[in-house]
């Protein structure tokens, strides 16, 4: 009869299999699929991601505009116009200081060439960018040699030597000078046209479009559809407006401290650096790049470049370690190899425009992901929560062989909660996930030894230092090793109480001689009552009739079993740290200077009456 189930679960398991290959197939086509449409649709969607992100921004303001009593329609159009004020503000600032700044580069060239020569001069290997320039030089006239002795007779002149082609464009006309100055801007300010009438439409539909993409959600599932829209829209929100006032604030303080500096046109390198950090990675770095360069130029000396470097490296460090942190917090959601990840990735579909939308786009994959049972891998890979649990976590250490990292984990746990803590959230756990891999086969013999090892030396490098009171309990562990560590836990938790403890080897073994009033044996799995009853037993035939017996059951709780009754004398069965914790100081003597004239609780207390204790 027990072969029947196994059988039945092999011959399904094939069929599980392919379901499983089938499905994984499905969604590696459909990231593709999904990855070729971005790409090839990049024209529509690189405006329509710009507008959504204006909208998401300017959301908040016109809802504060409604507020204070306006229509939605006059609001949306006051935040469109003002931010279209700003955007020509800024383009016209840039532009004028940058046609300045063109003006005055030809005062820097001497300097520039001064510097680059002492470079070369004082370059390792006695001139060897000159050598290496002569060289590269010298191939180039060797190709061209070699091109003109191939080329036809018809193209040398009288004496062998090619005759110069030049093409000479014909005049233009009116019309083809405006076309040839007038395309390049065009495909950029129709962009801007299009960004600014989605940015409209969506601000001003923006509940009618919330509602439309709840129901593509999910219109079933109105909650979790609802806390999606919910989530990502205040994520961004805060995310872009919290950047867009840091971006600010750091464009002002660098624009002041180069002017401070002397580098020319710090109004410019001010506005460059707050729009150039919405850009992830690469931004910051060309923020400080361009104005070093022309510091570089300008000044005779080397203590302007250094001075720009200098103030870049104090401004980058504040706003990453407090700026960020205090107003961005956990807005975004998102881990650093994921906004890696999303910058890479937006720019090879996008450009430079995927650069800007990388950050906002990926927080609504991770949302997505977040909410949605079916992508969430996405939060797996995006988010910024932990993909393992705790006592995951800690488990996988001990299974790769890394017990050190594991002890590292658990002394880290400590400084954020207390001892009984840590054992219940994350080495008890882990334990029970050990056990469960015995259990299924999972764990071979060398592997199995291995692993109860790493924890139970995981958990004895918890301990404090050794007491220098006579121990007042015996601690066992029932089975094994991971019963072992139970044993420890609970006598490092009895330690904290004041209760000094004595522990015993692996499987119950006790000791030739029980000097101690209380005997306490951790059983960290499942156990059924004969098994309770006769490891009681087996427990009693060696510490004697009259010692103390707690049994404390650590096991998974939803998987325990019903509390035994009519116990012998002397016995208490209880289950958790904590119940342990209370049923051995009731039966062991009071801790040095909590009581007086040497009476001890078990005195004053009846003994146990052999009725398990919840």
Known sequence: MLSEPGRSHRSLTPL???????????????????????????????????????????????????????????A???????????????????????IDLAGNLPRYQSNLETKIQSIKEVAPGGGLIDRLTAMVARLSEEATERAVASAPMGMEGAQGKPVPVQLVPPALTPLQLAWEVGAPLIEPFA???????????????????????????????????????????????????AQALLNFCYGAAFGIGLWVIGVPNPILWGLLSAVLRFIPLVGTVAAALL?????????????????????????????????????????????????????????????????????????????????????????????????????????????????????????????????????????????????????????????????WGGILAAVADLDEDGHDTPPAVLCLGARDELDQAAALMTGQLLAEKGIA?????????????VDVPV?????????????????????????????????????????????????????VVVRGFSAIATAVMQWTPKPAGNGGGGTTESEAMPEPSGIAAA
């Not at 086509?29 to 998401?56: E, H, K, N, Q, W």
């Not at 403890?501 to 001689?513: S, T």
Request: charge should be neutral; glycine fraction near 10%; include cysteine.
């Open 519 to 571: 005997v306490m044996v951790a059983h960290s799995g499942t156990v059924t009552e004969h098994q309770l009853g006769r490891l009681i037993r087996r427990l009693r035939r060696r510490i004697g009739p009259d010692a103390i017996l707690v049994v404390g059951l650590l096991g998974p709780r939803e998987l325990a079993g019903e509390m035994p009754e009519g116990l012998e004398a002397h016995t």
């Open 76 to 98: 949306v159009l006051i935040v469109i116009v003002a931010l279209s004020i700003g955007a020509v503000v800024f383009i016209v600032l840039v532009a004028s200081q940058a």
């Open 191 to 241: 962009i801007i046209g299009v960004v600014l009438v989605f940015s409209v439409f969506m601000l001003l539909e923006r509940e009618d479009l919330r509602n439309r993409l709840i129901w593509l959600l999910g219109s079933k599932d109105l909650t979790r559809a609802t806390a999606a829209m919910d989530d990502a829209a205040q994520r961004l929100s805060r995310f872009l407006l």
């Open 16 to 74: 599980t299999d392919k379901i499983g290959a089938l499905s994984s197939t499905n969604g590696i086509l459909v990231i593709l699929a999904a990855t070729a449409a971005l790409y090839f649709g990049r024209d529509v969607l690189i405006p329509f991601s710009l507008a959504l992100l204006i909208s998401f921004a300017m959301a908040p303001v016109v809802l504060q505009l409604r507020k204070l009593g306006l229509p939605r329609t006059p």
């Open 291 to 451: 104005p070093t360069i022309l510091a570089f130029a300008v000044d005779p000396g080397w203590l302007m470049p250094l001075e720009t470097i200098a103030l870049f490296v104090v401004l980058d460090l504040i706003t990453v370690n407090v700026g960020e942190p205090l107003l961005y917090g956990g807005s975004t959601g998102l881990s650093p190899f994921a906004v890696l990840f999303a910058t890479i990735f937006w720019l090879t579909l996008w450009g430079i425009p995927g650069l800007l939308l990388a950050v906002p786009l990926t927080v609504c994959l991770a949302v997505l992901g977040r909410h949605v049972p079916q992508f969430g891998f996405l939060d797996v890979l995006l988010g910024s929560t932990p993909a393992l649990t705790p006592e995951a976590h800690f488990y996988q250490r001990i299974l790769a062989g890394d017990p050190l990292e594991a002890s590292e984990l658990a002394e880290r746990g400590l400084q954020g909660q207390s001892r009984q803590a840590l054992f219940e959230s994350m080495i008890l756990p882990a334990i029970h996930l050990a056990q469960a891999d015995r259990q299924r086969g999972a764990l071979d013999g060398p592997q199995r030894g291995a692993v």
């Open 501 to 513: 403890c004595r522990h015993g080897e692996r499987g119950g073994a006790v000791p030739e001689a």
